[in-house]
T-cell receptor, first 113, second 110 residues
Framework: SQTIHQWPATLVQPVGSPLSLECTVE??????LYWYRQAAGRGLQLLFY??????ISSEVPQNLSASRPQDRQFILSSKKLLLSDSGFYLC????????????FGPGTRLTVT | EDQVTQSPEALRLQEGESSSLNCSYT??????LFWYRQDPGKGPEFLFT???AGEEKEKERLKATLTKKESFLHITAPKPEDSATYLC???????????FGTGTKLQVIP
C-alpha cells in the first residue's frame, strides 16, 4: 500500500530564516506530487505541483520554491521566511489521469515569529 | 478561472438529523468532482470522485450526487464521528491540478 510521509510535524522559525520541508511517498512510482498551504479558516492553496523528476509548476509567485530530486521526493524551500508564510503545509500525491483523487500527508504546522 | 463555492460554511446537526452540503462549481468542461473529509490538524482524506451529471456514490452514511452545476453531499443519520470539514474540488480537462472550495465545517452533537 502507498504511504506518504512529511516532516517535521511542527516548526517554529524566525522571520528571515530558511525553510526546508520534505515529503516522500512509498509504494507507487511516478506519482504527481503537490504542495498546498492552508491558512487558518481558509481553503487549500496550491503552491507547486510536479508530474515528474525535475518538473515543477508554480502556482504562487512568492518566496517559496520546490524541487523534486527523486521520483518520490518533493521538497519545499525558502531562503528567507516571511510572517505571511505561517500556515499548515500539506504534501499530496496522485497517479495517472485522476489528478483530483489525491492522498495527503499529515502536514507540517509552520509558525513564523 | 475555475471556481468552487461550498455552503453552508458551518453546519451544526443533532445526532440522527440528516442534511445536505452543497458544492457549486464553474469549470470549463468538468473532468471530475471530488469530495474530501478533513479532521482538525490532519490532511484531507479522499472520499469520492464523480464524473458526470446523474452519478451517485455512497459510503456508509454519506452519499454524493452530481448535477451540471453542483454537487451535494447527503449525510443520513449522522453520528458525532462524522464531525469534520468536508471539502469539494473540481478538475478541468486541460489542467494538471484541481481547485478546492473552502469547505463546510460539520458538527454533529450527541
Amino acid at each position: 500500500s502507498q504511504t506518504i510521509h512529511q516532516w517535521p510535524a511542527t516548526l517554529v522559525q524566525p522571520v528571515g530564516s530558511p525553510l526546508s520541508l520534505e515529503c516522500t511517498v512509498e509504494g507507487t512510482s511516478n506519482p504527481n506530487l503537490y504542495w498546498y498551504r492552508q491558512a487558518a479558516g481558509r481553503g487549500l492553496q496550491l503552491l507547486f505541483y510536479s508530474v515528474g523528476i525535475g518538473q515543477i509548476s508554480s502556482e504562487v509567485p512568492q518566496n517559496l520554491s520546490a524541487s523534486r530530486p527523486q521520483d518520490r521526493q518533493f521538497i519545499l524551500s525558502s531562503k528567507k521566511l516571511l510572517l505571511s508564510d505561517s500556515g499548515f503545509y500539506l504534501c499530496a500525491w496522485s497517479i495517472g489521469g485522476s489528478l483530483g483523487e489525491q492522498y495527503f500527508g499529515p502536514g507540517t504546522r509552520l509558525t513564523v515569529t | 478561472e475555475d471556481q468552487v463555492t461550498q455552503s453552508p460554511e458551518a453546519l451544526r446537526l443533532q445526532e440522527g438529523e440528516s442534511s445536505s452540503l452543497n458544492c457549486s462549481y464553474t469549470v470549463s468542461g468538468l473532468r471530475g468532482l471530488f469530495w474530501y473529509r478533513q479532521d482538525p490538524g490532519k490532511g484531507p482524506e479522499f472520499l469520492f470522485t464523480l464524473y458526470s451529471a446523474g452519478e451517485e456514490k455512497e459510503k456508509e452514511r454519506l452519499k454524493a450526487t452530481l448535477t451540471k452545476k453542483e454537487s451535494f453531499l447527503h449525510i443520513t443519520a449522522p453520528k458525532p464521528e462524522d464531525s469534520a470539514t468536508y471539502l469539494c474540488a473540481v478538475q478541468a480537462p486541460s489542467y494538471q491540478k484541481v481547485t478546492f472550495g473552502t469547505g463546510t465545517k460539520l458538527q454533529v452533537i450527541p
